[in-house]
């Protein structure tokens, strides 16, 4: 079956560039997402990618993709205290109706 | 900007007891999910909605769960006779069409069995 994994926790300082990554086992992914999660609240979509592309830039949010070693990033410019929260990968697979499976999410801790 | 609104927000229940968690989506979407976290786990998929009919579940949603969407407005989830390793956040999503577009949440709904 599907799986996704990120590392658990990322400390950066202001200003700094982060970079959190995800790896996931099952090629036939079409869409790849990121969500941000803030303490006490919801899933907020940040950026997704389609499989067929291989980098995607919105604003400070920069997505790479290497579909052949199955290997997602998000790269934040300029981060910023509010950037502070749980960032989750996730992926849907062909056919499956967008059924989402998750990573297990990384803590990002923006320190001054 | 159109949101995924969800109710109530928080819910404390005793084991045993049946909840409804209602979920209003995004109006022109025609896709909708319940997820669940547990507290400090991954998101996990529940179930997925489309044409009035459950589309998948995962082997999470067992005979206790069922989903409906009663009046073309709220989607809503029911769990009868709750335990307590049902104690955690939900989350309501819609999308407008299936895999490839954007999923959207709402805030969640925090279950509590006790």
């Known amino acids: 079956g599907e799986d996704v994994e990120q590392s658990l926790f990322l400390s950066v300082r202001e200003g700094d560039s982060s970079v959190i990554n995800c790896t996931y086992t099952?090629?036939?992914?079409?869409?790849l997402y990121w969500y941000k999660q803030e303490p006490g609240a919801g899933l907020q979509l940040l950026t997704y990618i389609f499989s067929n592309m291989d980098m995607k830039q919105d604003q400070r949010l920069t997505v790479l993709l290497n579909k052949k070693d199955k290997h997602l990033s998000l790269r934040i410019a300029d981060t910023q205290t509010g950037d502070s929260a749980i960032y989750f990968c996730?992926?849907?697979?062909?056919?499956?109706?967008?059924?989402?499976?998750f990573g297990t999410g990384t803590r990002l801790q923006v320190t001054l | 900007e159109p949101e995924v609104t969800q109710t109530p927000s928080h819910q404390v229940t005793q084991m045993g007891q049946e909840v409804i968690l209602r979920c209003v989506p995004i109006?022109?979407?025609?896709?909708f999910y319940w997820y669940r976290q547990i507290l400090g786990q991954k998101v996990e998929f529940l179930v997925s909605f489309y044409n009035n009919e459950i589309s998948e579940k995962s082997e999470i949603f067992d005979d206790q769960f069922s989903v409906e969407r009663p009046d073309g407005s709220n989607f809503t989830l029911k769990i009868r006779s709750t335990k307590l390793e049902d104690s955690a956040m939900y989350f309501c999503a819609s999308a407008p069409a299936s895999s490839g577009n954007t999923i959207y949440f709402g805030e969640g709904s925090w279950l509590t069995v006790v």
């Open positions: 099952d090629s036939s992914s079409t869409y």
């Open positions: 109006s022109n979407h025609l896709y």
């Open positions: 996730a992926e849907t697979l062909t056919g499956t109706a967008s059924k989402l499976t």
